[in-house]
């Protein structure tokens, strides 16, 4: 059996000591090699090229991106590696996993176990999606693209507005365009509180508005457009959201 | 280690020196005056009159009886439970019929034996009635200390914490088993702190002691993410005071505004003396879309409940936002 390549994404140093420790002591038993450390999820999705890992082996709780956001952008992977979770404590993940069959460890973690949930990392299926979907209410904090065989990360709060053209999703930041696999239906609702509809195939991030102008286009069949920080495009409002961009125009003036 | 026996388990008079017990028997007893005011009072006209008549006769006797108790405060406690309610009742008694002869002596009333005795036993009875208010209100409080006790030894010490700080140490063993070691008594000594019968007050030098050991251990798994600013000058270290107040407080600051920081956190400690008042000042820095603050709540509330059982109203426990930053203060009466 060829050697299991693990990813270790902690936040403590001291906890990612302690599982190289362990993987360590596993060798024999266990071929593998330890192919990277991150500190956080997104730390880890930029090593993923290099390290090409068979197994993540994940904290949850951990600052900028948490190991279960982590999960959801590996899933999307064309050959996702197999995540397993550890946590010290976080009871309502625990259930959840229970719930769903998910294995995960508890640290601190003994090399038996440890051991055991490698031993069947390969044979894992990945966790279901709305399990992880439900283990975070609060949204996730990037979107992740996959662009020439990278998966690459944008940060929602970089994202100024979000725009559907026939099959795709654009995410348009100051900088650049981001094409997502990803449906406007499902983004409106995941991140209600800080994007606004404008159209039909228009989310626009609630803070990036700076005003709005009348359309004065001969053929236009929308009276306004909206203004935006940081880029030169206008977004037209359809009649039908006008009304509700309005309210919320007039209480961002007050 | 001073440790000052109060143990509010058994029945005692209450703190009359305390601001929260004299404004309930100010309250209480003129509700009693105003009741006895309504008996009498043939139409609901007369009611405010009566009761300002009766005002003349209580308030004096009222404020008297206050100073009188304060004084002997610490003198009652000394004494069985069923002693210091005889003694209290007597003192209330003996001062009212004073105060009947005193009005006698002026020419207000006409002082016969009756009149006295009468005058005695209405006010022994308002006496009785509010310290069996007060006996009823500790049995009820009484309880809900245990319970506080209780519910605080399991919400203070996060398993989070426990089992992460074990995790840490033994990643320590093999390469720096010195570390591991003083690591290890630190942790004991914490949760011998933590198990200890905590209805005892403890001196404040202790329960800051109590705080570094507990810093130093979060220290050990966060390393430079941690960083601790204390503001301590005048500090009255041997002042006593309730244990595990200002533990739990760090512990939500480096739970909500550390852990989920990428970069370092700081947490500022300060103590200040103000009169007869001892302000702690607790900061740490709020990080947006930061894990809920569920749990944050519920430890003020338990702090905020164990507060009022041993101050009553005298201290409080303020929570607020302020550009970024999440500020608890928390002010405690400072006598000794």
Same mark, same amino acid.
Request: some cysteine; glycine content about 4%; proline content about 6%.
């Given at each position: 059996?060829?050697?299991?390549?693990?990813?270790?994404?902690?936040?403590?140093?001291?906890?990612?000591?302690?599982?190289?420790?362990?993987?360590?002591?596993?060798?024999?038993?266990?071929?593998?090699?330890?192919?990277?450390?991150?500190?956080?999820? %997104?730390?880890?999705?930029?090593?993923?090229?290099?390290?090409?890992?068979?197994?993540?082996?994940?904290?949850?709780?951990?600052?900028?991106?948490?190991?279960?956001?982590?999960?959801?952008?590996?899933?999307?992977?064309?050959?996702?590696?197999?995540?397993?979770?550890?946590?010290?404590?976080?009871?309502?993940?625990?259930?959840?996993?229970?719930?769903?069959?998910?294995?995960?460890?508890?640290?601190?973690?003994?090399?038996?176990?440890?051991?055991?949930?490698?031993?069947?990392?390969?044979?894992?299926?990945?966790?279901?999606?709305?399990?992880?979907?439900?283990?975070?209410?609060?949204?996730?904090?990037?979107?992740?693209?996959?662009?020439?065989?990278?998966?690459?990360?944008?940060?929602?709060?970089?994202?100024?507005?979000?725009?559907?053209?026939?099959?795709?999703?654009?995410?348009?930041?100051?900088?650049?365009?981001?094409?997502?696999?990803?449906?406007?239906?499902?983004?409106?609702?995941?991140?209600?509180?800080?994007?606004?509809?404008?159209?039909?195939?228009?989310?626009?991030?609630?803070?990036?508005?700076?005003?709005?102008?009348?359309?004065?286009?001969?053929?236009?069949?929308?009276?306004?457009?909206?203004?935006?920080?940081?880029?030169?495009?206008?977004?037209? %409002?359809?009649?039908?959201?006008?009304?509700?961009?309005?309210?919320?125009?007039?209480?961002?003036?007050? | 280690?001073?440790?000052?026996?109060?143990?509010?388990?058994?029945?005692?008079?209450?703190?009359?020196?305390?601001?929260?017990?004299?404004?309930?028997?100010?309250?209480?007893?003129?509700?009693?005056?105003?009741?006895?005011?309504?008996?009498?009072?043939?139409?609901?006209?007369?009611?405010?009159?009566?009761?300002?008549?009766?005002?003349?006769?209580?308030?004096?006797?009222?404020?008297?009886?206050?100073?009188?108790?304060?004084?002997?405060?610490?003198?009652?406690?000394?004494?069985?439970?069923?002693?210091?309610?005889?003694?209290?009742?007597?003192?209330?008694?003996?001062?009212?019929?004073?105060?009947?002869?005193?009005?006698?002596?002026?020419?207000?009333?006409?002082?016969?034996?009756?009149?006295?005795?009468?005058?005695?036993?209405?006010?022994?009875?308002?006496?009785?009635?509010?310290?069996?208010?007060?006996?009823?209100?500790?049995?009820?409080?009484?309880?809900?200390?245990?319970?506080?006790?209780?519910?605080?030894?399991?919400?203070?010490?996060?398993?989070?914490?426990?089992?992460?700080?074990?995790?840490?140490?033994?990643?320590?063993?093999?390469?720096?088993?010195?570390?591991?070691?003083?690591?290890?008594?630190?942790?004991?000594?914490?949760?011998?702190?933590?198990?200890?019968?905590?209805?005892?007050?403890?001196?404040?030098?202790?329960?800051?002691?109590?705080?570094?050991?507990?810093?130093?251990?979060?220290?050990?798994?966060?390393?430079?993410?941690?960083?601790?600013?204390?503001?301590?000058?005048?500090?009255?270290?041997?002042?006593?005071?309730?244990?595990?107040?200002?533990?739990?407080?760090?512990?939500?600051?480096?739970?909500?505004?550390?852990?989920?920081?990428?970069?370092?956190?700081?947490?500022?400690?300060?103590?200040?003396?103000?009169?007869?008042?001892?302000?702690?000042?607790?900061?740490?820095?709020?990080?947006?879309?930061?894990?809920?603050?569920?749990?944050?709540?519920?430890?003020?509330?338990?702090?905020?409940?164990?507060?009022?059982?041993?101050?009553?109203?005298?201290?409080?426990?303020?929570?607020?936002?302020?550009?970024?930053?999440?500020?608890?203060?928390?002010?405690?009466?400072?006598?000794?």
């Amino acid at each position: 059996m060829p050697e299991l390549r693990i990813l270790i994404v902690d936040d403590e140093a001291p906890a990612r000591a302690r599982m190289r420790e362990l993987l360590g002591d596993i060798r024999d038993e266990l071929p593998n090699v330890v192919v990277g450390e991150a500190e956080n999820g %997104v730390a880890a999705i930029a090593l993923l090229d290099a390290a090409i890992p068979d197994v993540v082996l994940a904290d949850i709780r951990m600052p900028k991106m948490d190991g279960i956001e982590l999960a959801r952008h590996l899933a999307a992977l064309p050959n996702p590696p197999a995540v397993i979770f550890a946590t010290a404590y976080d009871a309502y993940a625990m259930q959840a996993f229970d719930l769903n069959a998910v294995d995960y460890l508890l640290k601190p973690v003994r090399a038996v176990r440890l051991a055991a949930a490698l031993g069947k990392a390969r044979m894992l299926h990945p966790p279901a999606p709305a399990m992880l979907a439900a283990l975070q209410p609060e949204g996730r904090s990037h979107l992740s693209c996959h662009e020439r065989g990278r998966l690459l990360l944008v940060p929602v709060a970089d994202i100024l507005y979000l725009k559907a053209d026939l099959k795709y999703v654009t995410a348009r930041t100051k900088e650049r365009e981001y094409l997502l696999d990803e449906s406007l239906m499902h983004l409106e609702t995941e991140f209600a509180a800080r994007f606004i509809r404008l159209h039909r195939s228009a989310l626009v991030a609630k803070d990036a508005i700076t005003g709005f102008e009348r359309n004065t286009a001969e053929d236009a069949d929308t009276n306004w457009l909206a203004l935006l920080r940081d880029v030169p495009e206008k977004l037209p %409002v359809s009649r039908r959201q006008w009304p509700q961009v309005k309210s919320y125009a007039k209480q961002l003036s007050t | 280690m001073t440790i000052i026996k109060q143990n509010p388990a058994s029945r005692r008079l209450p703190d009359f020196r305390n601001l929260g017990v004299m404004l309930r028997l100010l309250l209480g007893v003129n509700l009693l005056a105003l009741a006895a005011a309504l008996v009498q009072a043939p139409d609901l006209l007369t009611w405010p009159l009566l009761f300002v008549e009766l005002g003349v006769w209580v308030q004096p006797l009222l404020l008297c009886s206050l100073l009188l108790l304060a004084g002997l405060r610490d003198l009652l406690w000394r004494l069985g439970y069923a002693a210091a309610v005889s003694v209290v009742l007597m003192l209330v008694a003996g001062q009212a019929a004073l105060l009947a002869d005193f009005w006698r002596f002026m020419g207000f009333v006409d002082g016969s034996w009756p009149f006295l005795l009468r005058v005695a036993l209405l006010a022994a009875t308002a006496a009785g009635i509010m310290l069996l208010y007060f006996d009823l209100r500790a049995g009820a409080l009484s309880p809900a200390l245990s319970e506080a006790r209780l519910q605080a030894l399991t919400a203070r010490i996060r398993p989070h914490f426990l089992f992460n700080s074990l995790n840490a140490v033994l990643s320590l063993i093999r390469a720096e088993p010195k570390r591991a070691e003083h690591a290890l008594e630190e942790l004991a000594e914490l949760f011998r702190a933590l198990m200890r019968d905590n209805r005892e007050l403890v001196p404040l030098a202790d329960e800051i002691a109590l705080c570094r050991q507990y810093l130093d251990l979060e220290k050990l798994r966060l390393g430079d993410r941690l960083k601790v600013v204390w503001q301590i000058d005048d500090l009255p270290g041997e002042l006593l005071v309730p244990p595990l107040m200002l533990q739990p407080l760090l512990e939500n600051a480096v739970y909500h505004g550390v852990e989920p920081s990428e970069t370092a956190g700081e947490i500022r400690i300060g103590f200040l003396r103000k009169g007869e008042e001892l302000f702690v000042s607790l900061e740490n820095p709020v990080i947006a879309g930061g894990s809920h603050q569920a749990g944050n709540r519920m430890a003020l509330a338990n702090i905020r409940e164990r507060l009022a059982l041993h101050y009553d109203l005298e201290a409080r426990l303020e929570a607020r936002e302020e550009e970024g930053i999440y500020k608890v203060t928390m002010v405690l009466p400072c006598r000794n």
